[in-house]
């Protein structure tokens, strides 16, 4: 670590304290699926796999190579991988990762794969588009996948799931609770035919909050495990998992009338004293942040960015804030400063996140 300056600490017990949080919501024998894709919401997939791996039932990934990472470092527990490509399927199983299977294209390369090898009860998992209209199968497609299904002992359906489209947003209730109702229709027409009752789930961190009814089987915890609850109230009982850190590289005096960064966007208009960062956009602070739209912490005080943000830099005005070469610098360390960055950007927390480079050191705090 002593090569990094710019740091992004993960706070395991925040992590657990979520996890927990989120299980007291739920009856005693609903199932956790920890979704850890995009590098762990932008924290470190493997490290927040380590954390909650005795504690969850699933992890699922968007793609085959997250998956593989986590099988690497030693988790042993199933994982779903919910974005599998008909190019991945040999590794999927080498890597005894789960595919999500939610058209026929995936779904007849990956049973062609199944009988030719021949695995025995691969487990997969079913999908069905029930309103977000991105990927699944549609009701349509029940007696085709049962077909094929009854031909083969090479497979074993695992789950049969569906997304909810705008689980957070009060204002689409009645949609929501159709999809619900949907899935349910569609799970019936499943189970009606096969001699077996796979597992089935809808409910992301937002439907666990406003659906707690739509339980089933289990449950996919993402951005809540991170500290968000898509809703105020719910994010103020959960704890900040992210806390990004820099120094202060430089400090400099700035005349009036001379001008900070590219395009000499910033012009003082009285003697100022600057700082510069080592940390920019290239590591995930957007150049919206600039010119003062954006600020960081030094001593417990707000320094706005000045001037354009830079690829690898950025400028703070720190004219009243006591501070030197290799002071502490906060990027963010709570939800609301999150939030308040993501406002800024035009986006949400998620993007935020996810948006921060690997280049970045991660490290976990325990």
């Not at 739209?293 to 690898?312: T, Y």
Request: glycine share 6%.
């Amino acid at each position: 670590m002593k090569n990094h300056v710019t740091v992004l600490e993960i706070d395991a017990n925040a992590v657990l304290h979520n996890l927990n949080y989120f299980k007291q919501k739920l009856q005693p024998e609903t199932k956790i699926l920890a979704v850890v894709k995009a590098f762990g919401y932008g924290s470190n997939a493997v490290e927040i796999a380590k954390i909650v791996e005795d504690k969850v039932d699933y992890f699922a990934v968007a793609y085959c190579d997250e998956g593989i990472e986590l099988r690497e470092a030693g988790i042993k527990t199933p994982i779903l991988v919910l974005h599998p490509q008909v190019q991945n399927i040999a590794e999927i199983v080498k890597y005894r990762l789960e595919p999500n299977l939610y058209n026929f294209t995936i779904f007849e390369a990956f049973l062609k794969y199944a009988d030719e090898a021949p695995l025995i009860n691969y487990p997969i998992h079913i999908k069905f588009n029930t309103g977000l209209n991105r990927l699944g199968f549609w009701h349509t497609d029940i007696p085709n996948i049962l077909i094929q299904l009854k031909k083969s002992n090479n497979v074993f359906v695992q789950s049969i799931f569906s997304h909810l489209a705008a689980s957070e947003d009060p204002n689409e209730q009645e949609f929501t609770v159709n999809q619900i109702n949907n899935f349910a229709y569609i799970v019936k027409q499943m189970y009606g035919h096969m001699d077996y009752k796979p597992m089935i789930h809808i409910l992301n961190t937002s439907g666990v909050i406003n659906y707690p009814k739509a339980q089933f089987d289990m449950v996919r915890l993402g951005i809540g495990l991170y500290g968000f609850g898509n809703d105020e109230k719910e994010t103020a009982n959960l704890k900040n998992t992210h806390t990004l850190k820099s120094i202060i590289s430089q400090i400099n005096i700035i005349q009036p009338g001379e001008t900070v960064g590219y395009n000499r966007s910033f012009v003082a208009n009285k003697l100022t004293k600057s700082a510069t960062i080592p940390i920019g956009h290239a590591d995930g602070i957007s150049r919206k942040l600039g010119n003062k739209n954006g600020f960081l912490i030094i001593n417990n005080q707000p320094a706005p960015i000045i001037g354009n943000v830079c690829m690898d830099m950025i400028m703070v005005d720190v004219t009243n804030i006591d501070c030197k070469v290799g002071t502490e610098v906060i990027v963010f360390n709570h939800q609301q400063q999150i939030e308040y960055m993501a406002h800024k950007c035009e986006t949400i927390p998620y993007e935020i996140l996810t948006g921060l480079s690997r280049r970045i050191k991660r490290f976990v705090k325990r």
